[in-house]
């Protein structure tokens, strides 16, 4: 029953989203060119939030502090979220008919007509995250070690995915935007760092 839930949701949205996006592009007001920096800039929060829950998991040192039955939940919730987002993303400017980005050279690396390198970097990105969840959803058919060399490839993509918000958003020197980055990066450095203050901790015990 949930899989005929999630197959009839599929087609009712293929069935109303195009004409939606056909409408929007019609109209006199931008509202595709403003709906694809608001679905980029979601996009970009909730795969930071993904990575930043993710990073904490491994980090024994906030058990007592946060749930890591919370932050797992939380991780994998803001993955699928930012996945949706990113599909949401590359469809409306897709739909554009200005911004003259096409369906392969979004999809496919380095084919764009226009900024064919920064959105090569947001596509190798997508693609990079979308291989990190279906592994996890697989994550009981995959031998560990390969699932954890597949989930390390989190950290590159996220990269990847800050290099193309700063390179092919329009609003990327905007004060906000700037704000927004600046804190998310401090804080994902910080995580991260934390996690390997940890782990060093754990093997000078052991050792």
Same mark, same amino acid.
């Given at each position: 029953?949930?899989?005929? %839930?999630? /197959?009839?949701? #599929?087609?009712?949205?293929?069935? $109303?989203?195009? *004409? !939606?996006? +056909? @409408? =929007?592009?019609?109209?006199?007001?931008?509202?595709?060119?403003?709906?694809?920096?608001?679905?980029?800039?979601?996009?970009?929060?909730?795969?930071?939030?993904?990575?930043?829950?993710?990073?904490?998991?491994?980090?024994?040192?906030?058990e007592g502090l946060l749930s890591r039955r919370w932050l797992i939940e939380f991780h994998q919730q803001w993955t699928v979220a930012g996945l949706i987002a990113v599909v949401a993303?590359?469809?409306?400017?897709?739909?554009?008919?200005?911004?003259?980005?096409?369906?392969?050279? %979004?999809? /496919?690396?380095? #084919?764009?007509?226009?900024?064919? $390198?920064?959105? *090569? !970097?947001? +596509? @190798? =990105?997508?693609?990079?995250?979308?291989?990190?969840?279906?592994?996890?959803?697989?994550?009981?058919?995959?031998?560990?070690?390969?699932?954890?060399?597949?989930?390390?490839?989190?950290?590159?993509?996220?990269?990847l995915a800050f290099a193309h918000a700063l390179q092919a958003g329009s609003d990327a020197l905007a004060w906000p935007a700037r704000a927004l980055y600046l804190v998310t990066a401090?804080?994902?450095?910080?995580?991260?760092?934390?996690?390997?203050?940890?782990?060093?901790?754990?093997?000078?015990?052991? %050792?």
């Open positions: 029953m949930r899989w005929l %839930a999630v /197959v009839c949701f #599929t087609g009712a949205l293929l069935l $109303v989203v195009p *004409a !939606l996006l +056909t @409408v =929007a592009d019609e109209s006199e007001t931008p509202l595709l060119w403003y709906a694809g920096r608001a679905t980029g800039f979601v996009s970009y929060v909730a795969l930071w939030a993904s990575l930043f829950t993710g990073a904490l998991v491994s980090a024994r040192g906030v993303h590359v469809a409306v400017f897709v739909a554009h008919s200005f911004s003259d980005i096409t369906l392969v050279g %979004a999809l /496919v690396p380095y #084919t764009s007509d226009v900024m064919r $390198v920064q959105i *090569a !970097l947001g +596509t @190798v =990105a997508f693609w990079g995250l979308a291989l990190v969840a279906i592994s996890s959803w697989l994550r009981a058919y995959i031998p560990y070690a390969w699932w954890r060399s597949i989930h390390a490839l989190s950290f590159g993509m996220c990269i401090a804080l994902t450095v910080g995580a991260v760092v934390a996690r390997l203050l940890v782990a060093a901790g754990r093997r000078g015990r052991r %050792a």
